[in-house]
């Protein structure tokens, strides 16, 4: 779509301008998530506001707007508000000064992107620079709002999976982590809301691991976030199947598709072979202990992939099934009894290096608990599982699970300051928004805290740093620095001993 950026906005927004008090000359605004949804969530991670400044109020305002001519514009924008308000509703002055100006006079300050936000907590401060340009700075409120919550959410979520896995593999295979970045492979491409959504939350969950399959993702990171695919592992798969491969092969002769997969197609390296087209438990108990001297000679990895059923029942088994059948046991004991494998440090079972699963369909937080738990009270250590993490994990959320919302605390009329405030009666206390200008600092455990009703001074201090200003971006924030914060948060959950508690954003 090409969109005019002026036009990016709640229909409300559009009158606005005209309904402040005569005098107004700066509006101070901020984006907070208010509540979790589930209330032992308390923090969310802060990612997407450098892509929004690169790929909104720089490349779009300019391409869609100050670059255009300024008739062209203001009869644009004429045209769509005389047939949407109603004709010579409202003037267009303010739209004409903003273009003859050339730029966005506005100061945004954030939070580091990859910082762990509590509720409450600001991400970030938005205000004007220029007084008569009031107006702009919740007119972008739309905008922020729709774009930023997404990619913060989905930064969230892949938080929870890498918290948990990282807390599995430090009670079943020891200090070896090498393995945690493949352990979540994104499988959300095709079942999120469209491809902004999808690529977005692509990159946030790369953020915490190295597995995709939202091809994109790895080019959204190189262009807002200097990720470089030739000098760091930004994203990676491996040759998978799909259910059309395995089905032209034919059931009567699938055990000849998996040798010709791993004989002749795939002689070597890792490949992943969908393997419940028909029946998975013959694929584990026959037709990999046919294979199994095959497998065990290749130079490299089969991973099984089954695709349907109760994931957790599947993989470690099913306590109501018939005892001693193969899915009372699960396949990853199956497995085990084929090729056997190696004790990790911490005495758990890991299967044979040339043999592992994955499974990728319906995964939530809850089964991750209840499928690595269940490995660990059976002897088996977490690397014997990848888990694919789909658009079940990414999509089944909204602006209000964490409750984000942008609202101004601060304003100035007619030179004088004025602290704002909404705190409705009828409301449960979440809607109530702090007052004045803010102050984001650390306390003394390093977790992040709001004050609010600053002086300047000291609004100027604490960890909202200034990354927009006046048309341009002025912190340009990598991958690799945020992928370091992300990793600083779970060494410093690590030292308060912060339990995992199966919480779940669902």
């Not at 802060?46 to 670059?67: D, R, S, T, V, W």
């Not at 989905?154 to 090498?178: E, I, P």
């Not at 352990?183 to 969950?205: L, T, Y």
């Not at 990853?332 to 994955?358: N, R, S, V």
Request: with cysteine; aromatic share 12%.
């Amino acid at each position: 779509m090409t969109l005019s950026p002026i036009l990016l906005k709640d229909g409300y927004k559009v009158g606005h301008k005209f309904q402040y008090p005569d005098g107004t000359t700066l509006v101070y605004s901020n984006l907070t998530p208010r509540k979790a949804r589930n209330p032992e969530l308390n923090e969310v991670v802060f990612f997407g506001m450098q892509y929004f400044i690169k790929e909104y109020l720089i490349h779009q305002f300019a391409e869609g707007f100050f670059n255009l001519p300024k008739e062209q514009v203001l009869a644009d924008y004429a045209r769509r508000m005389d047939n949407y308000l109603g004709k010579d509703s409202i003037t267009y002055d303010h739209i004409a000064a903003l273009h003859d100006l050339g730029y966005l006079p506005l100061e945004i300050k954030a939070l580091a992107e990859g910082t762990l936000a509590p509720m409450k907590v600001p991400v970030f401060t938005i205000k004007n620079t220029r007084p008569e340009f009031f107006w702009l700075t919740n007119m972008l409120e739309t905008m922020l709002s729709n774009i930023i919550w997404k990619p913060c959410t989905s930064a969230t979520t892949a938080f929870q999976y890498l918290r948990t896995f990282t807390q599995y593999a430090n009670d079943t295979v020891g200090s070896d982590d090498s393995f945690i970045g493949w352990q979540g492979h994104d499988f959300s491409f095709r079942g999120m809301s469209g491809m902004e959504d999808a690529v977005i939350s692509g990159a946030a969950h790369l953020l915490c691991f190295t597995g995709t399959d939202t091809i994109p993702a790895i080019d959204f990171l190189e262009q807002y976030y200097n990720a470089d695919c030739t000098k760091e592992l930004v994203g990676a798969s491996v040759p998978a199947t799909e259910h059309s491969v395995m089905c032209m092969g034919g059931e009567t002769s699938e055990l000849e598709t998996f040798t010709r997969l791993i004989t002749k197609v795939y002689p070597q390296g890792i490949v992943s072979i969908v393997s419940d087209t028909w029946d998975f438990w013959q694929v584990i108990t026959e037709y990999l202990p046919a294979l199994k001297e095959t497998i065990t000679s290749r130079n490299g990895k089969v991973v099984i992939r089954p695709d349907s059923g109760d994931p957790v029942k599947i993989i470690i088994g099913d306590k109501d099934a018939i005892i001693g059948s193969p899915e009372y046991k699960g396949a990853i004991e199956c497995m085990w009894e084929t090729f056997g494998g190696t004790i990790t440090e911490q005495g758990y079972k890991l299967l044979d290096a040339h043999i592992g699963l994955i499974y990728g369909d319906g995964i939530t937080i809850e089964r991750q608990d209840a499928i690595l738990e269940g490995l660990k009270q059976k002897g088996f250590a977490s690397y014997n599982v990848v888990l694919g993490l789909g658009s079940f994990t990414y999509e089944y959320v909204t602006r209000d699970t964490f409750g984000f919302a942008m609202k101004a605390t601060y304003g100035e009329v007619n030179g004088i300051g004025r602290d704002i405030f909404k705190d409705p009666k009828t409301d449960d206390g979440t809607k109530k928004s702090a007052r004045g200008l803010l102050q984001v600092y650390k306390q003394t455990d390093d977790t992040l805290a709001l004050k609010d009703q600053c002086t300047w001074e000291e609004e100027m201090q604490g960890e909202l740093k200034t990354v927009f200003k006046d048309g341009k971006l002025i912190i340009d924030q990598s991958l690799a620095e945020i992928r370091e914060r992300i990793k600083g948060n779970l060494v410093a959950m690590n030292k308060k001993n912060y339990h995992h508690e199966n919480a779940s954003i669902i």
